[in-house]
T-cell receptor
Framework: DQQVKQNSPSLSVQEGRISILNCDYTNSMFDYFLWYKKYPAEGPTFLISISSIKDKNEDGRFTVFLNKSAKHLSLHIVPSQPGDSAVYFCAARKLSLNAGGTSYGKLTFGQGTILTVHP | GAGVSQSPSNKVTEKGKDVELRCDPISGHTALYWYRQSLGQGLEFLIYFQGNSAPDKSGLPSDRFSAERTGGSVSTLTIQRTQQEDSAVYLC?????????????????FGPGTRLTVT
């Protein structure tokens, strides 16, 4: 049961153009969505997040859009740079209560999209 | 400051042997997570620690998998009687907490992972 899906395994973009990475989810209980970036032989690093009550969050060249009715989010990178070439994972958080009554959130990740930005 | 470290970086083992993977989280981070990434798949949640206790072990794929965390710091993931399907990159992440006062997730900082190959 893949609750978070990134249907494009790869994306190739020219330097300076826009990169659009897409992600679909099925669970309406997710309350936060996050994007991570991963270089080879390194762990993923956090990029940007958005609350489910928002539809857009912007940080520099990175903007995340959320369409709750379509259960779809996207990451826009403008302008794309060769250093952006990496694997991008979207992730979604669902809040739960543990046995001690404390809230915690578990992240569910998509399969990742390999972005290649050509000079 | 020092990030999350994991050891070994690579491990090749024979089917049926036990392996131990180690994670050193960022100092002061109370939450610790284990994930694994199989070939072509996204990050799959395994287990989450808050302090030394594990409120959520729901992602452990079988009873051959166990994890512990001592002193609220170092964690070890043990796989007994390894199988070929256990081959994957095992990633550890830590965070200051789980849910901030505003509900926003604390950023998870990932280690570089341990690549496990079971022959």
């Amino acid at each position: 049961d893949q609750q978070v899906k990134q249907n494009s395994p790869s994306l190739s973009v020219q330097e300076g153009r826009i990169s659009i990475l897409n992600c679909d989810y099925t669970n309406s209980m997710f309350d936060y969505f996050l994007w991570y970036k991963k270089y080879p032989a390194e762990g993923p690093t956090f990029l940007i997040s958005i609350s489910s009550i928002k539809d857009k969050n912007e940080d520099g060249r990175f903007t995340v859009f959320l369409n709750k009715s379509a259960k779809h989010l996207s990451l826009h990178i403008v302008p794309s740079q060769p250093g952006d070439s990496a694997v991008y994972f979207c992730a979604a958080r669902k809040l739960s209560l543990n046995a001690g009554g404390t809230s915690y959130g578990k992240l569910t990740f998509g399969q990742g999209t390999i972005l290649t930005v050509h000079p | 400051g020092a990030g999350v470290s994991q050891s070994p970086s690579n491990k090749v083992t024979e089917k049926g042997k036990d392996v131990e993977l180690r994670c050193d989280p960022i100092s002061g981070h109370t939450a610790l997570y284990w994930y694994r990434q199989s070939l072509g798949q996204g990050l799959e949640f395994l287990i989450y620690f808050q302090g030394n206790s594990a409120p959520d072990k729901s992602g452990l794929p079988s009873d051959r998998f166990s994890a512990e965390r001592t002193g609220g710091s170092v964690s070890t993931l043990t796989i007994q009687r390894t199988q070929q399907e256990d081959s994957a990159v095992y990633l550890c992440a830590s965070s200051l907490g789980v849910v901030s006062a505003g509900g926003r997730p604390y950023e998870q900082y990932f280690g570089p992972g341990t690549r496990l190959t079971v022959t």
